[in-house]
């Protein structure tokens, strides 16, 4: 295991933003993920698919890139499977895989950047399912005392985007493997969230699979999100806001036509996008920075930009959507720096 030294971070970021690594290496078990943190120079930053962060300034320390393959079933009933899987593993191509197999669960999840091991840190979502839904176990070490933790979905602690790894245990675990529960057939079919139903029905598909399901969230998530190979981007930069029922009513006063979710009896969600759009940000560029054309909770990057810059228009438009509405939105991604 050798440490490389001055590495672009370029190709490791979705945001494609030419921050560097003081040190960077790259690590395929524990073992050696172990012998990285005796080499370490800190700070550490440990680092999944980069599809959900925001990188500010270079890293003086050490990145840690995981790099933990493998895709294996333990555990197999009459109706569901039990699967483990490397960290470092791509979790479209996880999607992929488990599509082939005709496991269901993970249909909905169809094409979400980023790798299996970061999944569970914000609990990633779409289209009405959660990676708690499927989710079983994982395993991280810790940085402090070096051992090997196994966390279930209660100590996991999940929440929207959330759980305890974006928390209390923020830098302090690195996942390395994560087990999940798919089922093998009376696969439960998720189609009520956004364009899912019009979608199957402008293709006439009557009694869809899961592979149907996955297709049509392909459609829906290619047609407004971009494509971060083609366009720098994080997905959704800011969380969907959550108030309370007060709020909610003083809000929906002066704005009718705004679309929300009913979350519980004092809880009302708010799209982020929504304001942001109606706050005057959906499609403005800003230098090589902006609120992309299709979904204004998408901030991207042209080509050029500094996390700095990204960093300062987020700022921006935070500021004006709590003017605007009173009603404060907060960074879905990972902020570094
Ligand atoms: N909307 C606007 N203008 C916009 C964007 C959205 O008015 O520019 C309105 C839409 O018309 C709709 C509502 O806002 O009424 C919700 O929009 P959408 O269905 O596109 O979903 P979202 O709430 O913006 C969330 C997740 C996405 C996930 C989709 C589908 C968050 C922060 N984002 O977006 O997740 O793919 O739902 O489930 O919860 C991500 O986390 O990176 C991400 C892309």
């Known amino acids: 295991?050798?440490?490389?030294?001055?590495?672009?971070?370029?190709?490791?970021?979705?945001?494609?933003?030419?921050?560097?690594?003081?040190f960077f290496v790259e690590v395929e078990d524990e073992v050696t993920f172990l012998k990285s943190l005796d080499a370490a120079k800190p700070?550490?930053?440990?680092?999944?698919?980069?599809?959900?962060?925001?990188?500010?300034?270079?890293?003086?320390?050490?990145?840690i890139k995981n790099a933990i393959r493998g895709i294996e079933v333990v555990e197999e009933t009459d109706d569901t499977v039990l699967i483990k899987i490397g960290g470092g593993e791509n979790w479209h191509q996880l999607v992929l895989w488990s599509l082939e197999q005709n496991f269901g669960g993970l249909e909905n999840l169809s094409?979400?950047?980023?790798?299996?091991g970061a999944a569970p840190?914000?609990?990633?979502?779409?289209?009405?399912?959660?990676?708690?839904?499927?989710f079983e176990k994982l395993e991280a070490v810790n940085l402090e005392d070096r051992s090997i933790q196994t966390f279930d979905k209660e100590t996991c602690r999940f929440g929207y985007r959330d759980s305890i790894f974006k928390q209390e245990l923020k830098g302090k675990v690195f996942i390395s493997r994560v087990w999940l529960r798919l089922s093998k057939q009376n696969h439960s079919l998720h189609m009520d969230y956004g364009a899912i139903r019009d979608v199957l029905a402008a293709d006439q598909i009557e009694n869809p699979t899961i592979q149907d399901i996955s297709r049509a969230?392909?459609?829906i998530r290619s047609s407004k999100l971009p494509d971060p190979a083609k366009l720098g981007n994080s997905g959704s930069?800011?969380?969907?806001?959550?108030?309370s029922k007060a709020a909610f009513e003083v809000f929906i006063e002066s704005f009718p036509d705004a679309p929300f979710y009913k979350m519980?009896?004092?809880?009302?969600?708010?799209?982020?996008?929504?304001?942001?759009?109606?706050?005057?940000?959906?499609?403005?560029?800003?230098g090589n920075t902006g609120s992309h054309k299709d979904q204004a909770l998408v901030l991207v990057n042209y080509g050029g930009a500094t996390g700095e810059e990204i960093w300062q228009l987020a700022l921006a438009i935070?500021?004006?959507?709590?003017?605007?509405?009173?009603i404060t939105i907060s960074p879905e991604v990972n902020v570094i720096g």
Not at 318 to 326: A, H, I, L, P, T
């Open 121 to 134: 840190i914000q609990n990633i979502g779409a289209y009405g399912v959660e990676l708690k839904d499927v």
């Open 111 to 116: 094409l979400i950047p980023g790798t299996v």
């Open 217 to 219: 969230v392909i459609q």
């Open 1 to 22: 295991m050798q440490l490389q030294e001055n590495v672009s971070l370029q190709p490791f970021n979705t945001f494609g933003l030419a921050t560097k690594a003081r």
């Open 43 to 63: 700070p550490i930053l440990l680092l999944g698919g980069g599809s959900n962060m925001l990188l500010k300034n270079d890293w003086p320390g050490l990145v």
């Open 318 to 326: 935070q500021d004006s959507v709590e003017k605007q509405f009173g």
């Open 264 to 286: 519980g009896e004092d809880l009302f969600k708010i799209p982020a996008g929504w304001l942001i759009e109606k706050a005057g940000w959906k499609g403005k560029k800003i």
């Open 237 to 243: 930069f800011f969380k969907n806001p959550e108030i």
